[in-house]
């Protein structure tokens, strides 16, 4: 059976990052994608330019529609940008309870632009960690999480995982897949961490500029893998392999003058 798979998000117009990039994500790799749009954004591969609300009410309401007629099966939450919405999304998620949930606590644009009002972060730590199957921050993220700095060694991400993994559900396994594309050097070591197992991704840097949405492809990946293997470690490894390859294909394509997008459908054309 073909997963249907849901990204809760914000749209980049660029198509790099956001829903656009999680339903290409998700389509290359055998779902159908979906998506409820949580925030709307005026960006390319440069910067942001502008960010627009989209009412929590309207975002629940997308949501339930969506969810009395369709069958879910994972879903993914990215970019909300603002308190209400998060509360919003918890509401309805905990309502709706869907078996897999990917949450990948979009604050920073690759830019360096803020994508998420500091008010929403507490409410993010407390109503949405613990809906989460699989939470996937990068080491800044991460740091905000547990009220520290970025990690930038192996060491302290162990330290950090384990402190995120307590800060979700002990009901069923849950997961914390903590990336390490911010560590120095050349390795880009990834961390999955269940309370239990602490599992090494390895990976290497690749010399590229068009890494914009890598964040997004990787939690949307997730969503779309996990329904087909329904084994978190087996997804995980899967999900990179994919990201890795649309990376290194990324510079085949000629998107912008900033940071591009990476190369979606890379098997494909």
């Known amino acids: 059976m073909i997963p249907n798979t849901l990204s809760i998000a914000g749209v980049d117009p660029s198509g790099g990052a956001g829903v656009l990039a999680d339903v290409k ?32 009410e ?25 308190q209400g919405v998060t509360r919003a999304v918890a509401e309805r998620l905990a309502h709706w309870k869907p078996e897999h949930v990917v949450l990948d606590p979009v604050m920073i644009a690759k830019s360096g632009d803020a994508l998420l009002e500091r008010s929403a972060i507490d409410e993010l730590r407390e109503s949405l960690l613990p809906l989460a199957t699989v939470l996937t921050p990068n080491l800044p993220e991460a740091g905000v999480l547990v009220g520290g700095s ?22 069923g396994q849950r997961w914390v897949f903590l990336k390490g594309g911010h560590l120095p050097g050349s390795d880009t070591i990834d961390l999955l961490h269940d309370g239990d197992q602490m599992i090494e991704l390895p990976g290497r840097r690749i010399d590229t500029p068009n890494t914009h949405g890598t964040g997004c492809t990787l939690s949307a990946a997730l969503a779309a893998l996990l329904p087909q293997t329904g084994d978190l470690p087996e997804a995980a490894r899967r999900a990179k392999a994919y990201l890795v390859a649309a990376i290194g294909q990324a510079d085949r394509l000629s998107v912008g003058s900033g940071h591009g997008p990476v190369q979606h459908f890379h098997a494909w054309w």
């Open 150 to 171: 970025a990690a930038d060694n192996l060491r302290d991400m162990r330290r950090v995982a384990e402190k995120l993994r307590r800060q979700l559900s002990d009901s």
């Open 58 to 82: 309207f975002v629940a309401l997308q949501i339930d529609t969506l969810f009395s007629d369709v069958r879910v099966d994972a879903v993914k939450i990215g970019m909300l940008g603002q």
């Open 25 to 56: 994500a998700m389509s290359a790799l055998g779902a159908y994608g979906m998506a409820v749009v949580a925030a709307l954004t005026a960006q390319n591969t440069r910067g942001v330019t502008g960010i627009s609300p989209v009412p929590p």
